[in-house]
């Protein structure tokens, strides 16, 4: 079965590094997602892109964060200069259009230190 | 804005139904969904209902949806210890961009 593909699994980094996190979503899924679970907190969106942009930020996406689709087949997550609240559980999802379900990785665990 | 709530916890006997309940806010949802968390996982789509239907039922596991009251529930028959997991009740809508809006998990805990 497809799945969405995420690496790495866990990252520790500094306070104020710049951290990629990323992910291979379904090969032929259009929409892609990223979402982060702050630890003992709800699932919250962060972006959604499609066709090459930005298609909808939640207030928690300022300026530190971007995301880029460097290829065909890659989807990436940036911080730019990481703070201690960063630290969360990052997922990515990829869905077919744009009201099909949506298939979730199995996360990246960011640790700022 | 959209907002879900469930229940923190819930503990069931192998072999026994269990029932999640999930209320949500947003009256133009056009999705809802369930998911499941196992520890140190992702989030795997357990089933999905679109906002006109009243149930769905797949093998073991039945949805109801109350449009009305914004409730949602998810029944798991014959409840195994592989059951065991996070359960998040989510939503979306096409006026809110698609984009999920989760509740913040119940912990089914299955005890043999």
């Known amino acids: 079965e497809p799945e969405v593909t995420q690496t790495p699994s866990h990252q520790v980094t500094q306070m104020g590094q710049e951290v990629i996190l990323r992910c291979v979503p379904i090969?032929?899924?259009?929409?892609f997602y990223w979402y982060r679970q702050i630890l003992g907190q709800k699932v919250e969106f962060l972006v959604s892109?499609?066709?090459?942009?930005?298609?909808?930020k939640s207030e928690i996406f300022d300026d530190q964060f971007s995301v880029e689709r460097p290829d065909g087949s890659n989807f990436t997550l940036k911080i730019r200069s990481t703070k201690l609240e960063d630290s969360a559980m990052y997922f990515c999802?990829?869905?077919?259009?744009?009201?099909?379900?949506?298939?979730f990785g199995s996360g990246t665990r960011l640790t700022v230190v | 804005g959209e907002d879900v709530e469930q229940s923190l916890f819930l503990s069931v006997r192998e072999g026994d139904s269990s029932v999640i309940n999930c209320t949500y806010t947003?009256?133009?949802?056009?999705?809802l969904y369930w998911y499941k968390q196992e520890p140190g996982a992702g989030l795997q789509l357990l089933t999905y209902?679109?906002?006109?239907?009243d149930m769905k039922q797949d093998q073991r596991l039945t949805v109801l949806l109350n449009k009305k009251d914004k409730h949602l529930s998810l029944r798991i028959a014959d409840t195994q210890t592989g059951d065991s997991a996070i359960y998040f009740c989510a939503e979306s809508s096409e006026a809110a961009g698609n984009k999920l809006t989760f509740g913040g998990g119940t912990r089914v805990l299955v005890k043999p």
């Open positions: 209902i679109f906002s006109n239907m």
């Open positions: 999802a990829s869905s077919e259009g744009d009201s099909s379900a949506e298939t």
């Open positions: 947003d009256s133009s949802s056009t999705y």
């Open positions: 090969s032929n899924h259009l929409y």
């Open positions: 892109f499609y066709n090459n942009e930005i298609s909808e």
